[in-house]
């Protein structure tokens, strides 16, 4: 009975010790699950951020195809116009040449 009369009395003298101490082992635990729910948002932030880049990618290399297909297009119409204008030029030589 002795040694439940000393622990009694320990206890009574020094429970803002054990106080802390709970406190202590409850705030770890709290903070524990707060850092692992954060590491969780931040792999799903960086799936997400994965998948965007992947697309801007795949965007990126078909803007660039249109882009060489635009240029393409341009370039065969100024060859085109530059090509008639020559015609023209070359059809009013003859015509000049042919008068003679």
């Known amino acids: 009975m002795a040694t439940f009369e000393n622990f009694k009395d320990g206890v009574l ?7 802390v101490i709970v406190v202590g082992i409850y705030t770890t635990g709290t903070l524990n699950s707060e850092f692992l729910q954060e590491k ?4 799903e932030v960086e ?4 998948k965007k ?13 249109l882009e060489k297909h635009i240029s393409f297009e ?5 060859g085109l116009k530059a090509g008639y204008q020559q015609a023209l030029k070359d059809i009013d030589l003859i ?5 003679q």
């Open 95 to 99: 015509k000049k040449y042919s008068k």
């Open 13 to 19: 003298k020094n429970w803002v010790i054990l106080a």
């Open 40 to 43: 969780q948002k931040r792999i």
């Open 47 to 50: 799936v997400r951020l994965s």
């Open 53 to 65: 880049i992947k697309v801007i990618y795949e965007n990126k290399k078909y803007i660039t195809e």
């Open 74 to 78: 341009k370039g065969e119409k100024q």
